[in-house]
């Protein structure tokens, strides 16, 4: 069974804090990694994808990958209101299938 | 460009009742899929097509059929529906080729409750 897991939170940071979302995956041949967020009644979107080692920077949001560890996560700096969603992360893991973690509900607070 | 819509938006089905989930998708992707999400969990895949006539099962198949006769189109078929199946589906689709591709569009899904 591969698996994805995520702290389930919810996370609660003040506005203009760092939130910082973790994901690790069991699966060493998973390929790509994506952080989608989810509004409350809504369907998901992407925000980030990475598929190398390292960090990948996409204006306030911030990806990390250690495949040797296993381990992904998403920061986002000068965290606002509107960023208050469930994150999702997935993983694919071969072919065209993607296995979704349960998602972190982050809460900013005004 | 519409990306990926569904029909319904909401739906209450009673025991036993069957119903059709359509998808339609508008950026001739060839990868669909169909997950269904419970309250407080993340998504779980039902189905998956990688093109027209292709079809294979995902994590959660049971009490469900899908077919895939066009590209555009992806129903997922709900015989004799049970409680369990009360959930929110969503469909989604994505492109084939280079690792920016495999960005997966959702539709806005269908909230369906079974009694």
């Known amino acids: 069974q591969k698996e994805v897991e995520q702290n389930s939170g919810p996370l609660s940071v003040p506005e203009g804090a760092i939130a910082s979302l973790n994901c690790t995956y069991s699966d060493r041949g998973s390929q790509s990694f994506f952080w989608y967020r989810q509004y409350s009644g809504k369907s998901p979107e992407l925000i980030m994808f990475i598929y190398s080692n390292g960090d990948k920077e996409d204006g306030r949001f911030t990806a990390q990958l250690n495949k040797a560890s296993q381990y992904v996560s998403l920061l986002i700096r000068d965290s606002q209101p509107s960023d208050s969603a469930t994150y999702l992360c997935?993983?694919?893991?071969?072919?065209?299938?993607?296995?979704f973690g349960p998602g972190t509900r982050l809460s900013v607070l005004p | 460009n519409a990306g990926v819509t569904q029909t319904p938006k909401f739906r209450i089905l009673k025991i036993g009742q069957s119903m059709t989930l359509q998808c339609t998708q508008d950026m001739n992707h060839n990868y669909m899929y169909w997950y269904r999400q419970d309250p407080g969990m993340g998504l779980k895949l039902i189905y998956y097509s990688v093109g027209a006539g292709i079809t294979d099962k995902g994590e959660v198949p049971n009490g469900y059929n899908v077919s895939r006769s066009t590209t555009e189109d992806f129903p997922l078929r709900l015989e004799l529906a049970a409680p369990s199946q009360t959930s929110v589906y969503f469909c989604a689709s994505t492109d084939l080729g280079g690792q920016s591709s495999y960005e997966q569009y959702f539709g806005p899904g269908t909230r369906l409750t079974v009694t």
């Open positions: 997935a993983v694919r893991v071969y072919g065209q299938n993607f296995v």
